[in-house]
C-alpha cells in the first residue's frame, strides 16, 4: 500500500480472521477462506480465491503459506486458473518443485508471472547446490526466464531481474542489512503494487527491486544494518519514492 495500491487484501485461513489481524492492520481487508484440520488453506480454498481473483488486479501468492501438500496442490491451480500478474514468492515458489511443467503450462497462457526466490529457493528449483547458483547468478536467471517463459527475479547481493524477452538488470541498491524475516515479502508487495498501476512486469520487478533497495538503504543510515526490520524498509518507500521521482 506503501508503494500506491489502491486496495489489498489479505487471504487467510477463517480461524485467523480475528479482530487483532484487523487492528494491526486496519488498511488491509480481509478474505477469510476455508481450512484444513491443521489450520492452513488447501483445495478447498481455491472455490472462493477463484471466485475473488475474478475482480482484482494481481495476485501475490506464497508467503505464510506452509509447505503441506493441499496448500502445494492449492498454488498450482490457482496459478493455472489465474489470467492476471501473479507474484510467486516463499512457498509459492516450493509448491513447483518437481512439478515445473505446470508452471510451463500456465506460462504459456498467462505471460505475467513473476517468480521471486532467494539463492536457496531457486537451488531447489533447479534440483542443484545454492553454490552453483550463486556461481552464475546472471545466466541461471537469465537461461530460467527463457526456458519458463516467466520474469524473475533472483535476490541477494545484487538482485538479478531477468525476463524471458531477454531483457536483464542487475540491481545496485540494498545491503547485508536486509537478510531478514519479511524482507523478501516487501519486495513481492513492491512489485505487486506497481503492476496494478500498469507497468508491464520487467518494469514492475525492476523498479520495485531498486526502490525495495534503496528503501533499505535509508532505513540502514537510521536504524543500522543490524538493526534493520522488514518494517523499517516499508516506513522508508515513500522517502526512496520521493528522491527518485
Do not use: W
Not at 518443485?97 to 508471472?113: D, F
Not at 520487467?202 to 536504524?223: N, T
Request: hydrophobic residues 45%; aromatic residues 6%; glycine residues 10%.
Amino acid at each position: 500500500m506503501r508503494s500506491g495500491a489502491g486496495m489489498v487484501t489479505l487471504g487467510i485461513p477463517k480461524s485467523l480472521n480475528t479482530a487483532l489481524v484487523k487492528i494491526k492492520y486496519p488498511e488491509v481487508m480481509t478474505l477469510p477462506l476455508p481450512e484444513t484440520k491443521a489450520g492452513t488453506l488447501g483445495l478447498s480454498s481455491f472455490a472462493k480465491i477463484r471466485d475473488f481473483i475474478k475482480d482484482t488486479d494481481v495476485l501475490v501468492i506464497g508467503p505464510g503459506l506452509t509447505r503441506e501438500a493441499g496448500v502445494q496442490g492449492l498454488v498450482r491451480r490457482a496459478v493455472a486458473f489465474a489470467n492476471r500478474p501473479v507474484i510467486i514468492d516463499a512457498d509459492g515458489l516450493n509448491a513447483f518443485i518437481g512439478h515445473l511443467t505446470v508452471l510451463k503450462s500456465a506460462a504459456k497462457v498467462n505471460k505475467r508471472l513473476i517468480l521471486t526466490p532467494h539463492p536457496g529457493e531457486m537451488a531447489r528449483l533447479l534440483g542443484c547446490s545454492i553454490k552453483k547458483v550463486q556461481a552464475d547468478r546472471k545466466n541461471i536467471a537469465r537461461q530460467f526466464s527463457l526456458d519458463y517463459k516467466v520474469t524473475l527475479v533472483l535476490k541477494g547481493h545484487n538482485t538479478i531481474v531477468a525476463d524471458y524477452g531477454g531483457s536483464y538488470f542487475v540491481n545496485k541498491t540494498g545491503n547485508a542489512g536486509m537478510s531478514t524475516a519479511g524482507s523478501g515479502d516487501v519486495l513481492s508487495g513492491m512489485i505487486a503494487a506497481f503492476l496494478g498501476q500498469g507497468l508491464d512486469s520487467f518494469l514492475a520487478a525492476k523498479y520495485a527491486v531498486y526502490l525495495h533497495g534503496l528503501a533499505g538503504d535509508l532505513a540502514a543510515e537510521e536504524k543500522t544494518q543490524i538493526s534493520l526490520i522488514a518494517t523499517d524498509i516499508i516506513d522508508k518507500i515513500p522517502q526512496a519514492i520521493r528522491q527518485c521521482s
